[in-house]
C-alpha cells in the first residue's frame, strides 16, 4: 500500500504531461442526476427522509462509452471518475477542475480533498453555473489530481489513516452527514429545547 496508483490511464502521454504538475483524471460510465422533489428538506436528523434520499432525489444513469450526457445550465450531477485512485498514507490529493472546462462555466468538484490512504473512485460533483447546456462523454478528460507530501511528527511515523465512509466504494450517493457522535448531540440539545 506504500505506493500511488491510478488506472487505467488510457492516453499516458496526454495524462502524465513533463509541462504539467498534476494527472488528468476522466469521467467514467456511472452518473447520479439529481431530480426536484416535492417531499420537503432533506433532514439528517430524520432517519425517515435521509433513508429516502437515493430514492427521492437521485436517478442513477449509465452512459457507455461512446455515449453521451447532456449537463444543462445550473443542473447538478455526481459522476464517477473512470480512473482507480489509491494513495499511501504519506501522500494526500486534490482534485481540481480544468480551466477549459470553468471557462465554459463547468465546476468539476466541490469537494475537493483525498485523504491519504483513500482508495476507490472518485465521485465528482459537477455543476453547471454557465448559461449553455454542454455534452459529456465518457473518458473525456474532466479534471486534474494534485499531490501533497503529507509530513508526519517526528517520531510518529507514517500510518494508515481510515479510508473515510466513501473510500472503497462505487456508489455516487450520499451516506450521512455529521458523525454518529455529531447527531446525538443535536438530537439531545432538539429534545431539550422541545420540552422548554
Same mark, same amino acid.
Given at each position: 500500500v506504500d505506493r500511488l496508483i491510478v488506472?487505467? %490511464?488510457l492516453a499516458p502521454d496526454e495524462q502524465l504531461r513533463a509541462d504539467q504538475a498534476?494527472?488528468?483524471?476522466?469521467?467514467?460510465?456511472?452518473f447520479a442526476l439529481v431530480s426536484p422533489t416535492v417531499r420537503g428538506s432533506i433532514d439528517e436528523f430524520s432517519e425517515d427522509r435521509f433513508s429516502r434520499l437515493s430514492?427521492?432525489?437521485?436517478?442513477?444513469?449509465?452512459?457507455p462509452l461512446g455515449g453521451s450526457l447532456i449537463i444543462h445550465p445550473h443542473?447538478?450531477?455526481?459522476?464517477?471518475?473512470l480512473e482507480y485512485i489509491r494513495?499511501?498514507?504519506? %501522500?494526500?490529493?486534490?482534485v481540481i477542475g480544468r480551466s477549459t472546462w470553468g471557462r465554459l462555466g463547468l465546476i468539476v468538484a466541490t469537494a475537493v480533498g483525498i485523504q491519504p490512504g483513500f482508495a476507490g473512485t472518485l465521485t465528482l460533483e459537477l455543476r453547471n453555473l454557465g448559461e449553455t447546456p454542454l455534452t459529456l462523454y465518457p473518458g473525456q478528460a474532466i479534471g486534474?489530481?494534485?499531490?501533497?507530501d503529507v509530513r508526519y511528527a517526528p517520531g510518529e511515523g507514517a500510518h494508515v489513516p481510515g479510508i473515510g465512509q466513501y473510500g472503497g466504494s462505487i456508489d455516487l450517493l450520499p451516506r450521512r452527514i455529521s458523525s454518529e457522535l455529531?447527531?446525538?448531540?443535536i438530537a439531545?440539545?432538539?429534545t431539550k429545547n422541545a420540552r422548554t
Open positions: 488506472a487505467p %490511464l498534476s494527472i488528468d483524471i476522466r469521467l467514467g460510465f456511472e430514492t427521492d432525489h437521485y436517478r442513477k444513469e449509465y452512459v443542473q447538478f450531477i455526481l459522476a464517477a471518475t494513495l499511501p498514507p504519506d %501522500l494526500m490529493s486534490y486534474q489530481l494534485f499531490f501533497h455529531t447527531r446525538r448531540k439531545a440539545l432538539t
